[in-house]
């Protein structure tokens, strides 16, 4: 990134910069796919998973059926509706939910087995893992089982060891995913791997052709009250936003920035020592209670500030006070009492999608994208980003791995129409990427970092879909 004199923020101001009143540019805003998919309006807890799968496998075996036979061209091959319908002879396609069984996944019978009776011949287990690594890190194993099924049966898949991308593509896929398979039936009725086949990137709307630069600034992860946060880096940030600091540049910048999106992971939360932290009944004790409190004040004081001149959304985060599940449920207004009273806050959900200027945005809080790493191949959060645009879904471990509500008649981590964005919070490090899919529709992929380990903003311009990281590294020993 090339640093613009004006860059230094606290610098006297120059005899040639005049002063001159900014004010922010209009816009067009909606939200409507957020409230449709995201927000719960009728809760039930009665219904069961299945259904989940099923309503899945419904809205995206036809489309994925259709990418099959143009990818496949003139290969010769039976079209099969179900599992059930397969040829015994020749080669098939046929469209299901890939399921892997993986020994390392998280298992409440071996993990109790394990605590009851010691002397257990027992597998090893996540925990086994932690405790002997320090960290979580793939969960996959040469021993894990690939099955893709539908509402009438499901078939192991075998591999054609010739083909070593089939491995590599299936260890990189996740259970829930929807795809196509080409392959023939052996002797024990197992469905040998020929070829695999995605969805890719949906269909997606124009993108409006925009005269002016407009800004979205994204940041996630400021994790106030953790030890690694630096209040004094946050305020320089909202000072920046606010157009308080810097020269005429960073203020013409500054005032081309529309909204603001907080990614989840605001504020952190009290530390889980067992014994100390939860009660008998689960609850925080009245001393962790207080903490969460203090901590909400200070998010809550840092946003007041913008919101006064500038449009404000706040997702929620794991370590947020919020419900856990996905989609998570906007933070309740009690929460930050103060700056709930203006208009330009809003406090979303999670996932988050959104319209500024005809520009679709897409984004989530990053516990999508970290599920993915334990149970994949795949290290990099961006490729994560990508696959999940390929597979046009984006929590397909949800509800093996990632809890969520147990939707009935839709699915709405389905992507029906390609964003222009997509971005995720609270990642390891800032990346971005454009990709572009066989119907020419195209995304930016934002992976935002956590702002008390890299504290950092990134402004999208909405009319380039060109991303401009800021940094705010402050370092409070020399102030």
């Not at 879909?465 to 020399?478: A, D, G, T």
Request: charged share 25%; aromatic share 6%.
């Amino acid at each position: 990134m090339v640093k613009r004199k004006s860059e230094q923020f606290l610098k006297e101001p120059s005899k040639n910069e005049q002063s001159s009143v900014l004010t922010r540019s209009e816009y067009e805003y909606s939200n409507s796919v957020s409230k449709e998919k995201y927000i719960l309006q009728n809760k039930s807890f009665n219904q069961q998973f299945s259904h989940l799968y099923l309503v899945r496998l419904s809205q995206l075996k036809d489309r994925v059926t259709k990418r099959a036979i143009s990818h496949l061209g003139n290969k010769q091959a039976d079209i099969a509706k179900r599992i059930m319908y397969l040829n015994e002879e020749g080669a098939n396609i046929v469209v299901g939910t890939l399921y892997k069984d993986m020994k390392l996944k998280p298992n409440i019978l071996l993990e109790y087995t394990k605590e009851r009776y010691i002397d257990a011949d027992i597998p090893k287990t996540v925990s086994d893992i932690e405790e002997e690594d320090g960290v979580t890190k793939h969960r996959i194993t040469p021993e894990d089982v690939f099955v893709l099924e539908d509402e009438t049966g499901r078939i192991k898949l075998i591999l054609d060891e010739v083909k070593d991308k089939h491995k590599q593509l299936l260890n990189d896929l996740v259970t829930g995913v929807i795809i196509a398979v080409l392959g023939e039936q052996d002797h024990n009725g197992h469905l040998v791997v020929k070829d695999i086949i995605l969805h890719d990137l949906p269909k997606q709307s124009p993108q409006k052709s925009l005269n002016e630069d407009a800004y979205v600034a994204l940041v996630s992860g400021l994790l106030i009250g953790s030890p690694k946060s630096n209040i004094l880096s946050m305020q320089t940030m909202i000072d920046y936003i606010c157009g308080v600091v810097g020269g005429s540049e960073d203020h013409e910048q500054s005032a081309k920035i529309i909204r603001v999106i907080f990614a989840g992971d605001s504020v952190s939360a009290p530390d889980r020592m067992e014994g100390e932290i939860f009660g008998v009944r689960g609850s925080l004790r009245h001393k962790e209670k207080q903490s969460l409190v203090e901590r909400m004040k200070q998010m809550d004081s840092l946003v007041k500030q913008l919101c006064a001149s500038v449009d404000v959304d706040i997702m929620p985060g794991e370590q947020d006070p919020a419900n856990g599940t996905q989609p998570q449920q906007p933070l309740h207004p009690s929460m930050l009492p103060e700056s709930s009273r203006f208009t330009s806050t809003h406090l979303t959900c999670n996932p988050y999608a959104f319209t500024l200027n005809g520009c679709n945005f897409l984004g989530t809080s990053g516990q999508n994208i970290e599920d993915v790493k334990k149970y994949s191949n795949c290290d990099s959060s961006i490729e994560i980003m990508e696959s999940m645009m390929r597979w046009a879904h984006i929590a397909p471990t949800a509800p093996d791995t990632l809890n969520c509500y147990a939707f009935e008649e839709m699915d709405p981590f389905v992507i029906d129409e390609t964003p222009h964005v997509f971005f995720a919070g609270n990642q390891n490090a800032y990346e971005t990427k454009k990709i572009e899919g066989v119907n020419g529709a195209k995304s930016l992929l934002i992976s935002l970092p956590c702002f008390a380990k890299e504290p950092m903003i990134v402004l999208v311009n909405i009319r380039t879909l060109e991303c401009h990281p800021v940094k705010f590294n402050i370092n409070s020993e020399y102030i």
